[in-house]
DNA sequence: TCAATTGCGTTATGCTATAACGTGTGTCAT
DNA sequence: ATGACACACGTTATAGCATAACGCAATTGA
């Protein structure tokens, strides 16, 4: 009774667990923290932190959802379709920077292929295995710069 | 008695707290966190996580030591010298960029001015204006990746 | 001399993440 | 069927990272 269902769609089927998480996380307009996205939860049963780390493990494993280091927090994908750089795992992309707005808390996902070659290059030149690439800049919004 | 010292170079002075922070920094191959920090200075009299944390603040904020924001870990600044980018303020450095080994710990400070200038222009095109960016790039050394 | 500033030390607290245990349920080869 | 296995789950406890809030001491510069 705890399996994954399937779902009509392509994407992995997910558990009740991981389901809950996501749509509070792609609902969310702002990166949630595992704790707060636990409290959001509460009322379906949710009571451990360990409930909410087991399903975002999952989902950012599907790449569903995103962590941004600087904040401790994570968001739910947001990148757009028909990505260039497919690793060839259907929904998958390669690596993805942030700006992230610390007025009024925005996200913004982007792919820049100059970016990610540029980093391929340097690890290429220095013998370098790269597994995971972090890309956050922090900073204001059009909206709360102006 | 709490004042900075002031020393023959043209770093800025620092305090006995920030000089002991530094050091223990400076010495170590690898990064490391607050409390790591913290216990090896125990005998210098260090009690609270505190003590680390202000001088920590202060080191950053003149420059001389980085957060790894994936790692929730500090290391010393390691980037080359005479470096392009230099924004005036002396010491001072663009957008840097770390190469973490998962293996041995080890981190390659680096500054690529193409990446940099990508990134600035998404952020110009976007209206989106920088304050601070982390590139981590997660992996495995050439030593130890052989 | 009197504020304002900065660094320091201490205690307490909050936030983030995982360890370790046991349960139930599907899958699949025997 | 039945056993072995993988996986999701629930719970309790613990580990690791960071800051709040208090007061004191020294420096600086009106
Ligand atoms: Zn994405
Ligand atoms: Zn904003
Ligand atoms: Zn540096
Ligand atoms: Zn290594």
Tied chains: 1, 2.
């Excluded at 667990?17 to 702002?30: G, P, T, W």
């Amino acid at each position: 009774m705890n399996a994954p269902v399937s779902t009509p769609t392509s994407a992995p089927a997910l558990t009740k667990n991981q389901s809950l998480v996501f749509d509070v996380l792609d609902r969310a307009d702002a990166p949630m923290s595992a704790y707060t996205i636990l409290d959001r939860l509460r009322d379906h049963g949710f009571r451990a932190p360990l409930q909410v780390y087991r399903a975002l493990d999952k989902l950012l494993e599907f790449g569903m959802v995103h962590r941004l280091e600087s904040l401790n927090a994570f968001v739910a994908c947001a990148h757009p379709e028909s990505e260039c750089c497919g690793k060839g795992h259907g929904h998958g992309h390669g690596t993805v920077a942030f700006a992230i707005c610390e007025s009024c808390g925005h996200v913004s996902e982007f792919h820049d292929h100059e970016v990610d070659h540029r980093l391929g290059d340097w690890a290429k030149a220095k013998n370098f295995k790269p597994a995971k690439t972090t890309i956050e800049i922090r900073g204001l919004c059009g909206a709360c710069a102006a």
